[in-house]
């Protein structure tokens, strides 16, 4: 399937898995829609992600790939690696041909970069991998191997959001010369915290304009904690809790069951909305008190929390990988212990009962997201990568 705009002539073929809106996509599309001409994206599935790049003039094409893919997991050992990967030579075929008529393979998720990658070094184009991924002992020790070892071999320079990526990378025995980290970019005027839409959202939901009101902001996912947010608001009997976001994957629908479950317990009856996934999520942060990011396992990066501090809105996540890392603990934001819910009950308290705190923390948050995360900086950081590895290949097609 093809969607929009013309074909710009030996673009930067940018890859990814999936069409649904993760974090990752929505990085990648930021990056790209800085200079849509360059690039032409190819997804293994089809999905929400292939009309948000038309919307920006972006070429994409959705090639599904085998079935055994989707079943290829962090804990996958040979056979699934073998079972995932095999039937791949036409697909694989199709994106050789697509790359040898590009300047740059650019791989976006793990899975892409093993095809993308195996593509580039079959035309001979040069690659660069974003690692969106901590390779950490939630891994398997053979996925971990088998990344390292694929990356040597098929990708010239990877960029990690974080060091806590990096850091993963090199631990798992990759190189460190070959790994850079550039954070995800934001546009800061974009997440503007005004009194209107904090109203008109209030007024939506049904929520009262004094109400104390918290939110997640996540696909529904064990590792991402909802769970623990639950047991946290359960001990504050004055907090609503939003959680924003769907089971977006295979095997999450049967946690967003067991959340559904807990929220209709005595505790937290009444005091827990599901708002399932929303396009509007950045309007949705302006009328919360403040927004959690509860994981139980190191975000890769976490854009949550860099969009909860530009929007000037009390930031409250675990102390865990990336938000370590995005978040100055009470200068910008607080850092509780993961799976902790007495503690992350007692930071909420803070930031609701101390309104001077909640500001200041508040304020200071909006000034360091801005200077740190501004997209028109990330953009010319990341499109020097590219150009290290093929001079050239940003610069836009003649007219
Ligand atoms: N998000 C959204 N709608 C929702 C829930 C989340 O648009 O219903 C957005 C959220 O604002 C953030 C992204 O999805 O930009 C999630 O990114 P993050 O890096 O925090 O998590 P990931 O899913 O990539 O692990």
Redesign the pocket.
């Known amino acids: 399937m093809r969607s929009s705009a013309s074909a710009p002539v030996r673009p930067i073929l940018v890859v990814n898995q999936t069409a649904q809106?993760?974090?990752?996509e929505?990085s990648m599309l930021d990056l790209l829609a800085g200079r849509p001409g360059l690039f032409r994206v190819v997804l293994f599935d089809d999905g929400p992600l292939v009309s948000r790049l038309s919307d920006v003039g972006i070429d994409c094409e959705v090639m599904p790939v085998v079935e055994g893919l989707a079943h290829f997991r962090r804990k996958a050992g040979i056979g699934a690696a073998v079972r995932a990967f095999s039937g791949m030579p036409s697909p694989l075929m199709r994106l050789a041909a697509l790359a040898d008529r590009s300047r740059l393979v650019y791989t976006n998720s793990q899975k892409a970069a093993f095809l993308g990658g195996l593509a580039a070094r079959l035309s001979g184009v040069p690659c660069v991998w974003h690692q969106r991924t901590v390779l950490d002992s939630y891994y398997s020790g053979f996925a971990r191997i088998a990344t390292v070892t694929a990356s040597e071999l098929l990708c010239d320079r990877m960029i990690a959001p974080t060091r806590t990526c990096a850091e993963g990378y090199v631990a798992s025995g990759g190189s460190a010369d070959r790994v850079l980290v550039i954070p995800d970019g934001f546009d800061p005027p974009r997440f503007v915290r005004d009194a209107g839409t904090r109203m008109r959202v209030r007024t939506a939901l049904g929520l009262e304009s004094d109400r104390n009101v918290v939110g997640c902001?996540?696909?529904l996912t064990r590792w991402?904690g909802q769970h623990v947010l639950l047991d946290a608001v359960a001990r504050l009997p004055e907090v609503t809790v939003l959680l924003?976001?769907?089971a977006l994957f295979g095997g999450d629908a049967e946690y967003a069951d067991s959340l559904r479950e807990r929220a209709g317990q005595p505790d937290l009856r009444g005091r827990v909305r599901f708002?399932?996934?929303?396009?509007d999520?950045?309007d949705i942060l302006c009328a919360l008190d403040a927004v959690i990011?509860p994981s139980v396992e190191s975000?890769?990066?976490?854009?949550?929390a860099i969009?909860g501090q530009l929007s000037g809105v009390p930031v409250i996540a675990s102390d865990l990988g990336g938000s370590r890392e995005t978040i100055r603990q009470r200068e910008t934001g607080l850092l509780v212990p993961p799976e902790n819910p007495a503690a992350l009950a007692e930071a909420i308290a803070l930031v609701l009962d101390d309104p001077a705190f909640a500001d200041g923390l508040a304020g200071r948050a909006r000034r360091y997201a801005a200077e740190t995360f501004d997209i028109h900086g990330i953009r010319t950081r990341t499109y020097a990568v590219f150009e290290e590895v093929a001079p050239g290949c940003t610069e836009l097609p003649r007219e």
């Open positions: 809106m993760g974090g990752g929505l902001l996540s696909r991402k924003v976001g769907d708002l399932g996934h929303r396009d999520a950045v990011v975000e890769a990066f976490g854009r949550v969009e």
